[in-house]
């Protein structure tokens, strides 16, 4: 009964290259979340995703970031020529879609740690 | 926007010892959720509070709704090195699930 899996743990870029993250969401659950933590801080909201659409991308940057959750395969979280202000956890959560918005349980990955150099 | 304050931001402990931290915010929520994250792992959820004035255990956890809606407290009680990791609260804004969090407690065990 695998959990919500994201790879790589540790994913290191220069400045200017891709960075690819990728999340396989818990069994049977449809809907993934992405969430960015800087050091000492909180979770913040990037963006939310069902199958083959994106439902909220408020949290996503305007440039270089981009998700998609395709019918078939993981979710990815793309950043195109990354820089270090880049540098961060990346989570990955799932949930079933079946709750309320207000009461929906969101299970999280490991996370990705990108370091940009 | 709408903030959370979460208090303390760090504490230090002995084993046995009890701990209560609390969040406040400035809007009114319907649902507060406390989460554990320890060193190099994702949030896990530790208590999901859905009514103004609920308490709610979970092990040696135990967490309340305030009244006012605006705030939350989390008290673990004869603590172990295990309770060691940060202790985040969360709401939910707007209609999208989206999951605004506080800068969280960190909490050490010394045993």
């Known amino acids: ?117 | 926007g709408q903030q959370l304050n979460q208090s303390p931001q760090s504490m230090f402990i002995q084993e046995g010892e009890d701990v209560s931290m609390n969040c406040t915010s400035s809007s009114i929520f319907n649902t507060w959720l406390w989460y554990k994250q320890d060193p190099g792992e994702g949030p896990v959820l530790l208590i999901a509070l859905y009514k103004a004035g609920e308490l709610t255990s979970n092990g040696r956890l135990t967490a309340q709704f305030g009244i006012t809606r605006k705030d939350s407290f989390l008290n673990i009680s004869a603590s172990i090195p295990s309770d060691v990791g940060i202790y985040f609260c969360a709401f939910y804004a707007g209609n999208n699930r989206k999951l605004i969090w506080g800068l969280g407690t960190s909490l050490a065990v010394n045993p």
């Open chain 1, 1 to 117: 009964n695998a959990g919500v899996m994201q790879n790589p743990r540790h994913l290191v870029r220069r400045r200017g290259q891709e960075a690819r993250l990728r999340c396989s969401p818990m069994k049977g659950h449809s809907h993934v979340y992405w969430y960015r933590q800087l050091p000492e801080e909180g979770l913040k909201f990037m963006v939310y995703l069902q199958k083959e659409n994106i439902i909220d991308e408020s949290g996503m940057p305007k440039e270089r970031f981009s998700a998609e959750f395709p019918k078939e395969g993981p979710s990815i979280l793309r950043i195109q020529q990354v820089v270090r202000g880049d540098s961060a956890a990346y989570f990955c959560a799932s949930s079933p879609g079946t709750g309320s918005s207000g009461n929906e349980k969101l299970f999280f990955g490991s996370g990705t740690q990108l370091s940009v150099l």
